[in-house]
């Protein structure tokens, strides 16, 4: 299912135009000093028909490997076809999930997928990363994102789904929806900021190229590539696959994804 997936990220995004972002410097380090991220939902260089045929083809991939329900798949199936009813919803999932006006209120990210099954997100996450990776790419060249010190992405909002133990033993979280990088402390929660060190468990696998970092407050767990020593570079796609087993490993902890 994950290589799937892969590969119709890879299609979509060498379609996806490179976006020329503007970035006002006084409003760029407000949002930085105030903890918010930079892409707003008229940058990202979204081609309706594109996504709608990348949404309805991850809704079936997911479904094919059942990840999805059949009741679920088919009305958001049908959501995807039904033009005037995607745009305005990807738009309020942006706008209430990333963060970038101000602190969306709690009901907003449940109130922009309305009527929607709960698993819609899981098919939004995955069809707009090509799209948003492209604006990721595109600060990452111009933009010095090292002030950024918090556990959510400084380009979309979101939140990390893996990371990367550099050759300086510095760590850097992968954001799960834009693929972005950061500097993050190396044994602090990106979840829930807990910097107990007593009360984060980390391990390794047997050949060392893989840790995972569990936090035992939030109950957590946040994979990572160890680059130090390592023959290549962190490749997102391979390793998230590469690194199934260690999911079920972490699970069998107590831990949650
Ligand atoms: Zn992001
Ligand atoms: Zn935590």
New binding site residues.
Partial sequence: MQIALVEIQRRVQARVPLPWIQVDPEWLRAQQAAGRPLVRFREIPLDWTDFRLTFRQTADILHRFDALERADHQVIVALGREGNLLEPLVTRWYDATSGVDAAADPGARQRATGDAPPSVEHVLVLAIRPFLARCAEALAQRMDLSTWTHGHCPCCGWEPDFAVVTPAAERRLVCGRCAAQWLFATLT?P????DDRTLITSFATRDGRYRVYG?D????YLKAYDARNAPRPLLVAVDTIATLPLDAAAMQRGYQG
């Avoid at 979840?191 to 807990?194: F, H, L, S």
């Fill in positions: 929660c979840y829930c900021n807990n936090c407050i939030c109950k957590r």
